[in-house]
């Protein structure tokens, strides 16, 4: 079984397929494999590390694509409904979860990340294209409440549109 795993950051990505793969399981992450490559980081990698990370996932999907059986977990964050389409497409995707979270919850996880401006914006960038598509099977969210004022405060600090989308999939 082929798993897609998206959403934006700090929504538990990562911690949802932790929660669920099985021993033997192929996870990609483009964290995971940004670490692989000499990252010191969890999240927010330097950009080589970045670079490196996405030649390697895009490496992995091709193998993932061409593999007959398989149990895999692909971690992206994909808010445009079209690229997740084509990606659950392209590796037989069986089930496409996205992990939504409330955003001030989202915005305040990403206070506790290294170089939290650059989540935030990341967050608002998500949030402002994500919209739900057919091969969506499975939808969570969860509330949670954040001082106002220091939501506020972030959310005018930290917006602006994030680069290309392929920079900034976890």
Same mark, same amino acid.
């Given at each position: 079984?082929?798993?897609?795993? !998206?959403?934006? /950051? !700090?929504?538990g990505k990562?911690? #949802?397929v932790?929660?669920? =793969?099985? /021993?033997?399981?192929?996870v990609? $992450?483009? $964290?995971r494999l940004?670490q692989? !490559?000499?990252s010191d980081?969890t999240h927010n ?6 670079d490196? =990370?996405?030649?390697?996932? *895009? ?5 993932l694509e061409a593999?007959?059986?398989t149990?895999?977990?692909?971690? +992206?964050? !994909?808010?445009?409904?079209?690229d997740? =389409?084509e990606l659950?497409a +392209?590796?037989?995707?069986d089930?496409v979860?996205v992990l939504? *979270?409330d955003?001030?919850l989202?915005?305040q +996880?990403a206070?506790?990340?290294?170089s939290p401006?650059?989540?935030?914006r990341?967050?608002?960038w998500w949030?402002?294209v994500y919209e739900p598509s057919?091969?969506d $099977?499975l ?5 949670a409440?954040? /001082?106002?004022?220091?939501l #506020? ?9 994030a680069?290309?989308?392929q920079?900034f999939e $976890?």
């Amino acid at each position: 079984m082929i798993t897609l795993v !998206c959403g934006p /950051p !700090c929504a538990g990505k990562t911690t #949802h397929v932790r929660a669920n =793969a099985q /021993p033997g399981d192929l996870v990609l $992450d483009v $964290d995971r494999l940004a670490q692989q !490559c000499g990252s010191d980081r969890t999240h927010n990698h330097k950009q080589t590390f970045r670079d490196q =990370a996405e030649v390697l996932m *895009e490496s992995y999907l091709d193998e993932l694509e061409a593999a007959e059986h398989t149990d895999a977990w692909v971690i +992206r964050t !994909c808010p445009d409904p079209d690229d997740r =389409a084509e990606l659950a497409a +392209r590796i037989h995707a069986d089930e496409v979860i996205v992990l939504i *979270e409330d955003q001030a919850l989202l915005l305040q +996880r990403a206070l506790e990340r290294h170089s939290p401006e650059h989540t935030i914006r990341i967050i608002n960038w998500w949030f402002k294209v994500y919209e739900p598509s057919d091969v969506d $099977d499975l939808t969570t969210s969860s509330t949670a409440t954040v /001082p106002a004022a220091l939501l #506020h405060h972030h959310l005018n600090t930290w917006t602006g549109d994030a680069p290309a989308l392929q920079m900034f999939e $976890d």
